[in-house]
């Protein structure tokens, strides 16, 4: 029997092998004569606002040029609205880049970096991707950050604490005070990333924001978002707002021209468009009491959200449920054997959800 040549190809690193895949919220599935509603990636159902679209198409005329690689314009913009120095800011395309970019700058093999689990799926593979190990500390009661089971998770090898509030998918926001608490626990050597992706959904007064204490300490690290209260999901844009060194290192690892004139141009706008884009806030932070009670009235345990989605804690009946709300025409985000997360969509959207949320809930 011939023996087949041992096939050379490149090889590729092992940190890699356990790097799960990112699965994207599903569209819903076409319905004949019904209409259908993506709820299932926590975007801005609202259409983008004239005076961005101006702007994106205003830029759009010049692609044939490389974006300002510096950004100065946008840079200077979210300075002055967050009040802080240009060189404590970086910008990418959308937040998640900026933590794959910190963390490449701080990490490496054998590092650790502590998360809360479940939490945003894109941490595990932003973590392993550095060859750091990400530590998972479970989630508390009532889906929240068990910060003092992080602190302890902390070890020599740990780089970074990644703190996601509000937390995706499950909803609860850190407070002020626990934030606070956790940070003075943890070593001055390790990064703390505060994951703020859904800070302008939170109504809690409780609950503070991450650049108050980035003023206070070097080692905090704020990561907002363009894509979900401001509606640019599309456009990729996001910051951290960080003390000047760690700025400075997420930069250099940054792809050059990354972020686009287009979405330079349209997150310029939309922070010169607030007033506007904080009214569609309100408004679905109304929607989100309307269906936080409305599942409570059909039966349903679910915790709080600060966010623009809920949580249902569906354990093995993920898929099922996420099943039938595909049959009313809603696509809902299934982890399975965990839960659903529910965006905060249309109205009618909503109410579609609540209706079947109801009568799963009545039927089991
Ligand atoms: C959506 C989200 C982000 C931001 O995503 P980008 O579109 O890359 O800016 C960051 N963190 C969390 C927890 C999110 O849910």
């Given at each position: 029997m011939a023996t087949l040549p041992v096939m050379r190809q490149p090889p590729i690193r092992p940190a890699l092998e356990a790097i799960p895949t990112y699965k994207p919220g599903k569209p819903p599935a076409a319905r004949d004569g019904m209409p259908t509603y993506k709820l299932?990636?926590?975007?801005?159902?609202y259409p983008p606002l004239p005076g961005v679209l101006e702007a994106v198409s205003g830029a759009a005329s010049q692609f044939n040029r490389y974006p300002d690689m510096a950004a100065s314009a946008l840079y200077d913009a979210i300075a002055e609205r967050f009040q802080v120095?240009?060189?404590d800011l970086a910008v990418a395309t959308g937040s998640v880049a900026v933590l794959y970019h910190l963390l490449q700058a701080i990490c490496t093999d054998g590092d650790e970096v502590v998360y809360a689990w479940r939490s945003f799926e894109a941490y595990p593979i932003a973590v392993q991707m550095t060859g750091a190990a990400g530590i998972q500390v479970p989630l508390a009661d009532g889906a929240r950050h068990d910060l003092d089971a992080m602190a302890r998770a902390i070890?020599?090898?740990?780089?970074a604490v990644l703190v996601c509030t509000p937390n995706n998918p499950t909803g609860p926001a850190v407070t002020e005070a626990e934030l606070r608490d956790f940070v003075a626990h943890v070593p001055p050597e390790v990064v703390v990333v505060?994951?703020?992706?859904?800070?302008?959904?939170?109504?809690?007064?409780a609950v503070g924001d991450g650049s108050d204490l980035y003023r206070e300490r070097s080692n905090v690290v704020v990561l907002r978002t363009f894509s979900k209260a401001y509606g640019l999901a599309g456009l990729r844009v996001g910051f951290a707002i960080a003390p000047a060194r760690l700025a400075q290192a997420i930069r250099k690892v940054s792809l050059p021209f990354g972020v686009s004139q287009v979405a330079q141009a349209a997150a310029i706008a939309s922070l010169r468009a607030e007033d506007e884009l904080f009214k569609r806030v309100e408004a679905l932070v109304g929607e989100r009491t309307r269906v936080l009670d409305g599942l409570l009235e059909s039966g349903w345990d679910v915790p709080d959200s600060q966010a623009n989605f809920v949580w249902l804690p569906l354990g093995d009946h993920t898929v099922g449920f996420a099943a039938a709300c595909d049959d009313a025409g809603i696509a809902v985000r299934p982890f399975p054997g965990d839960g659903a997360r529910v965006t905060i969509g249309e109205i009618e959207a909503n109410d579609i959800f609540l209706r079947a949320a109801a009568q799963w809930q009545a039927a089991h």
């Open positions: 299932s990636s926590n975007e801005n159902p120095p240009v060189a070890t020599d090898r740990t780089r505060v994951d703020e992706a859904y800070r302008e959904f939170v109504r809690d007064p």
